[in-house]
């Protein structure tokens, strides 16, 4: 969505600076059609997705009769929103043995070769090859990794993540940064400077406060990101910002 989005209206904006928002979490997720509808979000039934076998501006959807109403009937698109925003709800920390297998915490066993996730990684690279293309000489732009709660919490990332696990995949190994760092080697590979929030995060006192109920930022957490990514901007691109603090 952030790749058509550039390539259909950064041209009448112009932006001197983008930043693109990853969350490793559902991001890798959502970028792969083999895990529509198999997952906690709501959103597979309008999402458009990158097929790696196809040209890049071609985007496929999971119901193409449903994308079609959206584009061409208001008032489809009316009741279509209002369904959305009334029942939508964002990624929560898994409490429950009984979902230790959530595709969600698959995301950082390591050398995971599960055919969904391989798809995945290999859309969200053929993504980030795609807003390389997009980025026009002397804009600066920046990927920014945000953790999601189990990332960026010792308690949750223990009680949701490796205790489930240990019965979903015995004798696997875990990694709390996996997803920060396939993340980055997407993007750079394509040439795209990146900034991650995980170190941040977890050194934050009280992690858990930076997300609400729903696993989105919560005021602090937006404040901390916020800070974070204007320092970064600052301290490496100051001269090409003008100097502003």
Known sequence: QEALALERDAQ?????????????????????????????????????????????????YLNPEIHFL???SAIFRFF??????????GIQAVKDNSEACDA?????????????????FAATNGIAKKISGLIKPGQLFVAVYFPSPLESSKRLWNEAVVEPMKKCAPGSTFD????????E????????????????????QDPEKLFD???HLSAR????????????????HSARLGGRQ
């Open 213 to 215: 109920q729903t696993g």
């Open 70 to 72: 959206r584009k061409f």
């Open 221 to 236: 957490g937006h404040h901390l990101a916020g800070e974070q990514i204007a320092f970064h901007l600052f301290n490496k």
């Open 12 to 60: 009448k904006i112009d932006p001197h600076v983008v930043l693109l928002q990853f969350l490793g979490l559902n991001d890798f997720i959502n970028n792969g059609i083999a895990f529509a509808e198999k997952n906690r979000s709501e959103n597979d039934a309008w999402r458009p997705y990158f097929n790696v076998e196809l040209p890049l501006n071609e985007p496929i």
């Open 176 to 183: 709390r940064s996996r997803g920060e760092m396939i993340f």
């Open 104 to 120: 969600y915490v698959e995301l950082f066993l390591e050398n995971n070769r599960k055919p969904a996730w391989q798809q995945a």
């Open 185 to 204: 080697a997407a993007f750079k590979a394509a040439g795209i400077e990146t900034f991650s929030l995980l170190s941040a995060f977890q050194k934050a």
């Open 80 to 89: 279509d929103a209002y369904y959305v925003n009334k029942y939508i709800y």
